[in-house]
């Protein structure tokens, strides 16, 4: 869903339990402008779920606009459940909503408030724009990521497995984005255009997202 954050759900609940966010770093730092976190308006983001073969325990990938893929710990269904804030209709109507969003099965039926699980477990870096998909390995700690680059990379918390020898160590800086968007604009308009344009075709197409 665009211009909002990925939502989880029950198997047999309508409502959902909670939405998975950045607000905070892995270690529990709020994220602090300019810097940026979590956000989903520009592409579809294809997430997926996995336990890397921990019985127990499972967790939620997604890409992000941040140039970042995230990694998140999901608690159980029930602990979701319990967590989840429940408020009446009437006190809905009375108390001031601004920015909260909850769902309800109808007018007269109490809303709800999905628990914001606003602190990733793990970010994944390497990419130089947006990220479009994260799958997970079905028995191994890796995560694939892929997005606006050609190029799809594989993460690993250690630097070899039995399927990935000599993994490189992935760089943590994230690309900032020109400030004045003067050579995005040139490549946009000189795309309408049909001009040629003075950047490799990658970096053109990442600056088509910027």
Not at 60 to 84: C, H, I, M, N
Not at 98 to 127: E, I, K, M, Q, W
Not at 129 to 150: A, D, Q, R, W, Y
Request: hydrophobic share 35%.
């Amino acid at each position: 869903m665009l211009n909002f954050l990925p939502t989880i759900y029950g198997l047999s609940d309508p409502i959902p339990l909670a939405v998975v966010s950045g607000k905070n770093h892995p270690d529990g730092t709020p994220v602090v402008p300019p810097e940026r976190a979590y956000s989903n308006s520009c592409t579809i983001k294809n997430g997926a779920f996995g336990n890397f073969g921990m019985e127990g325990d499972e967790f939620y990938t997604a890409g992000s606009e941040d140039f970042r893929g995230y990694v998140w710990k999901v608690p159980t269904v029930q602990e979701l459940v319990d967590r989840r804030n429940e408020i009446s209709a009437e006190d809905w109507l009375a108390e001031d909503s601004t920015n909260v969003t909850a769902f309800t099965n109808g007018g007269v039926d109490s809303r709800f408030v999905p628990v914001d699980l606003s602190t990733p477990h793990c970010y994944l870096h390497g990419h130089k724009s947006i990220v479009n998909s994260t799958i997970c390995h079905p028995h191994l700690f890796h995560v694939v990521t892929c997005g606006i680059e050609k190029d799809i990379i594989l993460h690993s918390p250690t630097p070899t497995s039995p399927c990935a020898p000599n993994l490189e160590r992935t760089s943590t800086e994230v690309r900032i984005i020109d400030a004045d968007g003067r050579r995005d604009r040139s490549a946009y308009y000189r795309a309408l255009a049909g001009i040629e344009q003075l950047e490799p075709e990658e970096i053109t197409a990442i600056r088509m997202f910027d």
